[in-house]
Nanobody, 122 residues
Framework: QVQLVESGGGLVQAGGSLRLSCAGS????????MGWFRQSPGKEREFVAA????????RYADSVKGRFTISRDNAQNTVYLQMNSLKPEDTAVYYC???????????????WGQGTQVTVSS
């Protein structure tokens, strides 16, 4: 099991940017597919972005394509989510997650961080 800690959330105006970080400990993240998910009040948790172990392949939810970028630094045991052109509907708690299975299958993510709040004001 890997421990994940997110950081970088906060309050930002619409159109602004934030960069989330997810630091891993206990095990090296290079053996895990990694993903970002988010959950708004009253809504189910939804997939945002995922990245393969090598970092060469990524996937995004349609709602964030062209605005968000997921990346990883395996040497630093950290995964990032760069969020640009933020919209009020991006407001949510953002969670980092790890899978020892395929990074493309959202149901296989079984190690989760505690989440970081992102609030986008209009």
């Amino acid at each position: 099991q890997v421990q994940l800690v997110e950081s970088g959330g906060g309050l930002v105006q619409a159109g602004g940017s934030l960069r989330l970080s997810c630091a891993g400990s206990g095990r090296t993240l290079r053996t895990y597919g990694m993903g970002w998910f988010r959950q708004s009040p009253g809504k189910e948790r939804e997939f945002v972005a995922a990245i393969s172990r090598s970092g060469l392949n990524t996937r995004y939810a349609d709602s964030v394509k062209g605005r968000f970028t997921i990346s990883r630094d395996n040497a630093q045991n950290t995964v990032y989510l760069q969020m640009n052109s933020l919209k009020p509907e991006d407001t949510a708690v953002y969670y980092c997650a790890a899978t020892s299975g395929s990074y493309t299958v959202t149901t296989l993510y079984d190690d989760w961080g505690q989440g970081t709040q992102v609030t986008v004001s209009s």
